[in-house]
C-alpha cells in the first residue's frame, strides 16, 4: 500500500523535474569566455568610410 503523504512528496517530485531550469555554465578557463562588445562600433556610409572597399580603386585618383 501506497501512504497519501510519500505520493504527495513525489508529484512534488515529478513536478520538479518538469521545469526548463538551465544551470549557469562554469568557466573554467576565462579566455574561452566570447568577447562581449560595447556596441559603439561605428558605421560609415560608403563615402566616408577610412578604408576604400576596393583596395586597387583609389577614389583619389579617378
Same mark, same amino acid.
Given at each position: 500500500?501506497?501512504?497519501? +503523504?510519500?505520493? #504527495?512528496?513525489?508529484?512534488?517530485?515529478?513536478?520538479?523535474?518538469? +521545469? *526548463?531550469?538551465? =544551470?549557469? &555554465? $562554469? $568557466?573554467?578557463?576565462?579566455? *574561452?569566455? &566570447?568577447?562581449? *562588445?560595447? #556596441?559603439?562600433?561605428? $558605421?560609415?556610409?560608403?563615402?566616408?568610410? =577610412? $578604408? =576604400?572597399?576596393? &583596395?586597387?580603386?583609389? &577614389?583619389? +585618383?579617378?
Amino acid at each position: 500500500m501506497s501512504n497519501a +503523504t510519500n505520493d #504527495g512528496d513525489l508529484d512534488d517530485f515529478r513536478e520538479a523535474q518538469d +521545469t *526548463d531550469y538551465e =544551470p549557469a &555554465p $562554469v $568557466v573554467h578557463d576565462p579566455d *574561452d569566455l &566570447p568577447i562581449d *562588445d560595447d #556596441g559603439d562600433d561605428e $558605421v560609415f556610409p560608403d563615402d566616408e568610410r =577610412p $578604408v =576604400p572597399l576596393d &583596395p586597387d580603386l583609389d &577614389p583619389e +585618383t579617378d
